[in-house]
């Protein structure tokens, strides 16, 4: 079987968020289990320069985009034993940054169209499954079907489109449908692009698709209503024999606290000593008070509304005023940059505020914490509770979406659970989360150290979602 996954980023190359680990990973586990999983993305002129005298170009070729052509290059890179596929373009690709562009959606269209272009020119892998994900890759569904089905190179290829994140779902004016996507106007319909007078990337694809999924069993059934479903859940109610819900996992070669080399001590469940060196490196670094025995709370997030930083903001004076330290790394709206850096002025000895981005740093952070907070207003699928429980850093999470799937809160009467966890979104109940998970540090040692040993165990590991993504494949060719 051989599948063609398509992605506007992947790591190690290009990664802004959660979809470039997944690019990276997913076809990693399928190819370990015997699928010829390759991945295609743009060549970003931001591509490290040490991975940029490695490619070598397959073929160069025209890519309509509306009624020009534009320059397409097709160039090839194998890293850490999986096949990737870069569309070259400087004029769209070659820029600082990879998102927020005033013309990313001819930017995308041209990928999209680059892509089923390029399956010309890859020798023998003609692809079985085109596995699309979010709107940046969903105009590959239409556009094949429009364009491509019923040529003999391309015949009986299926179409798996994957939803990351709703609330992005490349939205532009109607003109750009002819003009830019080359297709003509019997798609500007509500079983084509039409939405809301505008044509949506990401509509198109979940009408079109032979098979649509989303990153957990949760987020499947809550985008089919309307509070999370951003206008699409009548949609997705329609589909909903097509949609199915497979959790993310984590990269666990890469992601090991037994091996990897960005953190202070290298650590196993079975030597939790070195994970509390790790916490007083971390203390010493950010220049917070040296002292494993009171618990840190970990953040590593985009700081936005999504994020339930707004649940933060209302009771971090509360927060505050418990014997813990609370470390937040990361970005996002200017209110809750200042927001994080005005309690840090003011509790220098409690609140650590990085507003900046370190992969090193963050590593550090899920291994020196005790704990890690996600509050989410919704979550797809989440990264960074698996990250914690890998490296044993118990999770405290709103039950939404892919943190309900993952996490489930500690039961004293059966001794069940691997984190703690509440359901509504309010923000007492988040304090009072908090509030019972560091009482169980404080006063349950033996039962806090293992929870750490039981995170550290779990296996979130790719291979029983890759298995799931096999079956799905093996059903629709």
């Known amino acids: 079987m051989k599948v ?16 470039g680990d997944v690019a990276f990973a997913l076809p990693k586990a399928l190819r370990k289990m015997g699928i010829d999983a390759r991945i295609i993305m743009p060549k970003y002129g931001g591509i ?26 097709l160039q090839y890179l194998e890293y850490d034993g999986i096949p990737f596929y870069f569309i070259d373009n400087e004029y769209y690709f070659n820029r600082k940054e990879v998102y ?23 020798g023998d892998f003609k692809p079985d499954i085109i596995h699309c994900n979010d709107w940046h890759t969903a105009a590959v569904v239409p556009i094949y079907r429009d364009r491509f089905q019923h040529e003999w190179q391309y015949n009986n290829i299926r179409t798996v489109f994957t939803i990351h994140n709703l609330k992005h779902q490349g939205r532009f004016g109607k003109e750009m449908l002819p003009e830019l996507l080359g297709l003509n106007w019997k798609y500007f319909n509500d079983n084509g692009f039409e939405y809301h007078g505008d044509i949506s990337f990401m509509k198109a694809a979940l009408n079109m698709a032979d098979k649509i999924t989303t990153v957990s069993e949760t987020y499947a059934e809550e985008i089919k209503t309307p509070y999370y479903g951003e206008g699409l859940d009548g949609l997705l109610r329609k589909r909903g024999w097509d949609l199915i819900g497979i959790v993310n996992g984590v990269d666990t070669d890469i992601n090991n606290p037994e091996t990897d080399n960005e953190l202070f001590y290298k650590y196993n469940g079975d030597n939790l000593e070195n994970k509390y060196k790790n916490k007083e490196k971390l203390q010493e670094k950010l220049q917070l008070p040296v002292n494993r025995n009171i618990p840190i709370i970990g953040m590593v997030t985009r700081l936005f509304e999504q994020k339930g930083i707004d649940l933060l903001a209302c009771v971090m004076e509360d927060i505050l005023q418990m014997e813990l330290q609370f470390i937040v790394l990361g970005t996002g709206d200017s209110k809750y940059e200042d927001m994080f850096r005005y309690y840090a002025a003011k509790y220098p000895n409690k ?13 550090q952070i899920y291994a020196g914490s005790d704990m890690f907070i996600m509050p989410s207003k919704f979550e797809p699928c989440g ?21 309900r799937d993952t996490v489930h809160s500690y039961n004293e009467f059966t001794g069940g659970g691997n ?9 007492h109940d988040m304090l009072y989360t908090i509030q019972r998970a560091v009482k169980y540090y404080y006063d349950h040692k033996d039962i806090w150290e293992s929870l750490i040993k039981r995170d550290m165990w779990e296996d979130n590991s790719w291979n029983r979602s890759a298995r799931r993504y096999v079956e799905l494949y093996s059903n629709i060719m």
């Open 48 to 73: 490290a320069e040490l991975f940029k005298q490695k490619m070598y170009t397959l073929a160069t070729f025209n890519v309509p985009v509306g009624w020009r052509n534009q320059y397409g290059g």
């Open 419 to 427: 984190g703690f966890s509440f359901n509504n979104y309010n923000a």
């Open 100 to 122: 927020g562009h005033y013309d990313d959606g001819e930017r995308f269209a041209y990928f999209c169209r680059g892509i089923l272009e390029s399956i010309r020119y890859m």
């Open 4 to 19: 063609l996954f398509a992605a506007s980023e992947a790591h190690p190359f290009v990664k802004i968020g959660g979809l």
């Open 351 to 363: 609140l650590s505020a990085n507003i900046y981005f370190s992969n090193e740093l963050s590593k």
């Open 383 to 403: 990264i960074g509770q698996l990250m914690a429980m890998r490296y044993g850093t118990i999770p405290i999470v709103r039950e939404t979406g892919g943190l």
